[in-house]
């Protein structure tokens, strides 16, 4: 069935399946006077895909990052910076013509400070 569309002049590309995508991330950490010094980042992205086996819709490709650092005190405390979206990609196409005119809005950047403390 999905060749039938070729009869027709169609690409019968698969819906909601990019030609690729993928992840790349780190995480480093060096010791220090007052505890382990960390950062780490990773990126997403995702290329050009359509949503619809009819080809009317067609979602550009996107990238998302996000990045951390993180400060580890004593083996139980430890505390961390990080942007979550640094991009700030703020919405994505969904190639659809619903309630928000096609587009989904994704959470804007976000900054986060955590304090964590592990119980031995």
Do not use: C
Request: glycine share 10%; no cysteine.
């Amino acid at each position: 069935p999905a060749n039938a569309l070729r009869d027709y002049g169609v690409n019968p590309s698969p819906p909601q399946v990019p030609d690729y995508s993928y992840n790349a991330g780190f995480e480093y950490g060096v010791d220090s006077h007052v505890g382990r010094v960390s950062l780490g980042a990773d990126w997403f992205y995702t290329a050009d895909y359509l949503t619809s086996a009819t080809n009317d819709f067609k979602v550009k490709g996107f990238g998302q990052g996000n990045a951390f650092v993180q400060l580890a005190f004593s083996k139980n405390w430890n505390t961390r910076f990080a942007v979550k979206n640094f991009t700030n990609n703020s919405t994505i196409p969904t190639g659809s013509r619903g309630f928000l005119g096609g587009f989904i809005p994704m959470r804007p950047r976000e900054y986060m400070v955590t304090f964590n403390y592990k119980m031995d």
